[in-house]
């Protein structure tokens, strides 16, 4: 036998669905946001930490020097909430402080523009932020005149923001796709309550009565089916 739903089953059985589609797009694009805003925010932190260390390079012995301003540099691998590695270098990667072999950015670095990045560190997904700056006098150990200074952090703390961010969104979407379903059960029965009243004056009827359907405030799509009964019903009294 085959089922039949009614109207009121037929309605929610098409809207809900959609509505769960655009919920999840939503979420889609909830996420994807919430992982540019973290990377903005944590890149301006790497930015930060970057300026930092560039303000303590010395090549004033010949050499390369860095003198870690460890207090802020303390405070930067507290608020990362994971691992960070710097490394300052020549471009040519003969002179180099902090840890070896940072995986270079994507692109060649441009003087005085920062790049930030994503990268894997023996096995460790990093953010990575990278920054290349004339140097002052050429190094004598290599000749190089460029520095690169590279500063990165685990992706951990980002990746637990955008979680966290992404779960209240869904459990927000959540309701609210409750409410709606709620909403269009409720308007739903509501604008079939005509067509229940006309049912009902249909079912008190007696066999006899052929008088026309008096049904007010029937919606426009149901009014030519009545339109229709009535004409039969004036057929059949003929």
């Known amino acids: 036998m085959r089922l039949r739903l009614s109207l009121r089953q037929s309605l929610l059985l098409l809207l809900l669905p959609a509505i769960a589609a655009v919920t999840t797009v939503e979420l889609w694009m909830t996420h994807r946001d919430a992982l540019e805003a973290a990377n903005s925010a944590y890149d301006r932190s790497l930015l930060?930490?970057?300026?930092?260390?560039?303000?303590?390079?010395?090549?004033?012995?010949?050499?390369?020097a860095v003198e870690l301003p460890y207090a802020q540099f303390e405070f930067f691998q507290l608020t990362a909430s994971g691992t960070v590695y710097f490394r300052v270098a020549t471009v040519d990667g003969l002179v180099e402080v902090g840890s070896a072999d940072l995986p270079p950015p994507p692109r060649p670095l441009q003087l005085g523009v920062p790049v930030f990045y994503d990268a894997s560190y023996f096995g460790e997904a990093l953010r990575l932020g990278a920054y290349m700056r004339a140097l002052d006098r050429p190094l004598s150990a290599s000749g190089a005149q460029h520095l690169v200074i590279q500063?990165?952090?685990s992706t951990q703390s980002r990746e637990a923001f955008t979680r966290s961010f992404v779960a209240r969104a869904a459990v927000r979407d959540g309701i609210v796709l409750i409410l709606t379903a709620v909403i269009i059960v409720a308007m739903v029965a509501l604008g079939l309550r005509p067509v229940s009243r006309l049912a009902e004056q249909v079912r008190a009827r007696t066999p006899t009565d052929l008088a026309p359907l008096d049904a007010p405030g029937l919606p426009a799509d149901v009014q030519p089916l009545v339109d229709a009964i009535n004409q039969q019903l004036e057929r059949t009294q003929e």
Do not use: C, F, H, P
Not at 48 to 64: E, M, Q, R, W, Y
């Open 48 to 64: 930060g930490a970057i300026k930092s260390i560039d303000a303590n390079v010395s090549t004033a012995s010949g050499g390369l």
């Open 151 to 153: 500063v990165a952090e």
